[in-house]
C-alpha cells in the first residue's frame, strides 16, 4: 500500500481528495498539511511515496515547496493540483521537480491515474490541459534555451540565495532571514553567479524569469 500526503490549506477540498485516495485499496492517506510548513514536517516524519500538492499556499507556493521536498525527500513524488492551467505555472512545476500537473476541476476524475503514474516512474499531465499548452509544453522541454541543468548544480542553500536575490530581497535581510552573517551571503552570491555564469543581478533576475520562479502565486 503507497502512503500519500495530502498538502493543501483548504479543508473541504482536502476532505475531498482523502475520499478519493481511499476510493482505492492500493493507497492510503498517510498524514496531511493545511500550509507549506506543516507539509513539509509531515513529509519530512513520513517519508510518504506521493504527496499532492496545492500550487497556492499561504506561506509558501507549491512550486517552492516542491524544491524543498525534492532536496529533502528526493524519494518522494510530487503531484501539484491548482485552479491555473497556464503554461507558466506548469512549467514552474515540472522544473522544480514535480511529477505530475492536476487542474482541480478535474481531479476527481484524474486523481487515480496521475497517482498510478507517478508509482510507475511517469509524468502525467491532466486531460483537461488544452492540445495548445500541451504542445508548448513538449516545445519547451525541447529547447535548450529554458534548461535548468544548471541551476540545478546549485545546492540547496545557493538555490534558496538565489531565488531570494531574484526577488530583490537585500544581502542584510537574507542574512537576517537565514541566520547567517552579510559576509556569508556575499559569497554565496559570487558563487552562484559564478556558478551560472551570470554577471549581476540583473542577470540572475532574467535567469530566475526565465526559469519561471518570479511567479506572482497567490
Not at 509524468?123 to 544548471?150: F, K, N, W
Not at 538555490?159 to 531574484?166: K, M, Y
Request: glycine share 6%.
Amino acid at each position: 500500500m503507497k502512503k500519500i500526503v495530502l498538502i493543501d490549506d483548504h479543508n473541504t477540498f482536502r476532505a475531498g481528495l482523502r475520499q478519493l485516495v481511499e476510493k482505492h485499496s492500493d493507497f492510503i492517506v498517510a498524514g496531511e498539511g493545511a500550509d507549506a510548513r506543516q507539509g513539509e514536517e509531515t513529509v519530512r516524519s513520513i517519508k510518504p511515496d506521493i504527496a499532492v500538492v496545492d500550487l497556492s499556499l499561504p506561506d509558501k507556493s507549491g512550486i517552492q515547496l516542491t524544491r524543498i521536498l525534492r532536496t529533502a525527500v528526493p524519494e518522494t513524488k510530487i503531484i501539484i493540483v491548482s485552479m491555473h492551467s497556464k503554461i507558466d505555472y506548469i512549467m514552474g512545476a515540472l522544473r522544480a521537480g514535480a511529477v505530475g500537473y492536476l487542474v482541480k476541476e478535474s481531479v476527481s476524475g484524474c486523481l487515480h491515474n496521475a497517482l498510478e503514474a507517478a508509482v510507475q516512474g511517469e509524468y502525467y499531465l491532466d486531460s483537461a490541459l488544452s492540445p495548445e499548452v500541451v504542445g508548448r509544453l513538449l516545445e519547451a522541454a525541447e529547447s535548450s534555451d529554458l534548461s535548468d541543468s544548471t541551476y540545478g548544480n546549485l545546492t540547496a542553500r545557493e538555490q534558496e540565495i538565489f531565488r531570494l536575490l531574484a526577488q530583490g530581497t537585500t544581502v542584510a535581510d537574507i542574512a537576517d532571514k537565514l541566520c547567517i552573517s552579510s559576509k556569508t551571503v556575499t559569497n554565496h552570491r559570487a558563487n552562484i553567479l559564478s556558478k551560472l555564469d551570470l554577471h549581476s543581478t540583473v542577470d540572475l533576475v532574467r535567469y530566475a524569469a526565465k526559469l519561471g520562479l518570479l511567479e506572482d502565486i497567490s
